[in-house]
């Protein structure tokens, strides 16, 4: 079993930066990818961010693509996700998630790749 915790959130005003993190642990831990997905209330998950362990290559939402960057850490199996001028629409709970190495065409921006994920960190942007 993996775990998932994150860290980083908080309440900030329009403009300022904040970085979220999220470590793993568990026996095991061998990650296709990593990613971040947010949830506003009233509203649907949706992707933020992912990483795919090997290379690292990266994807983002169209809304953050320029504010945010996710990176990793693999000695520390962390990954973070740097989010620069932060607007009030960005006020979520954020989560990370980790997705199995395993054969499928599900995309790292759909939310059923992923097989763990975090408690979930609030981050709340004030006007």
């Known amino acids: 079993q993996v775990q998932l915790v994150e860290s980083g959130g908080g309440l900030v005003q329009a403009g300022d930066a904040l970085r979220l993190s999220c470590t793993a642990s568990?026996?095991?831990?061998?990650?296709?990818?990593m990613g971040w997905f947010r949830q506003a209330p009233g509203k649907e998950r949706e992707f933020v961010s992912a990483i795919k362990w090997s290379g690292g290559s990266t994807y983002y939402a169209d809304s953050v693509r320029g504010r945010f960057t996710i990176s990793r850490d693999s000695p520390k199996k962390t990954v973070y996700l740097q989010m620069d001028t932060l607007k009030p629409e960005d006020t979520a709970g954020y989560y990370c998630a980790a997705a199995k190495i395993k054969p499928t065409i599900v995309a790292v921006t759909s939310t059923s790749r992923y097989d763990y994920w975090g408690q979930g960190t609030q981050v709340t942007v004030s006007s």
């Open positions: 568990g026996r095991t831990f061998s990650a296709y990818a």
